[in-house]
């Protein structure tokens, strides 16, 4: 992480085509002084005052309401050189209920292609309410969560 140097730095939350998921320090104080979870901060040398994140809490996508299309798996490793079909999410109900307001969760899934994959980043109502408020994200930045 110590080489990632982020280019565009208007942003508060945003991902980069390699999978990155990068965020602003008002991010992280928000965060934290909201006492979330479900996220790891790695700090850019060459990048003060931002960070890469990362999401270890995984959420299923229903595949059968949201069909996704898997591209040519790797014989070797298992995964697949392309994923697509990411919106809009659905999650089954029963997932949904089980899910804490405060923290942040990922998709099982990686959508994209080859080396440009990445996850589909879940917050609650809550969460974004707040991101909102503190201007940290707009309204045109959330994707609705359907359930099933």
Known sequence: MSTYKIKR???????????????????????????????????TPKSKGFYLIECFQQVVINRTKRPIEFENKCNECGLYMGVYGNVPPYIDVDVIQKLKSNTFYRSDLEFGHDFEQGYSLFASQEITDKLIEYKLITKKDLIEVRNV
């Open 9 to 43: 730095r208007k942003y508060h939350l945003s991902s980069s085509y390699d999978g990155f998921i990068v965020v602003s320090q008002e991010f992280k104080n928000l965060y934290e002084n909201s006492d979330w979870q479900g996220l790891v901060f790695y700090s």
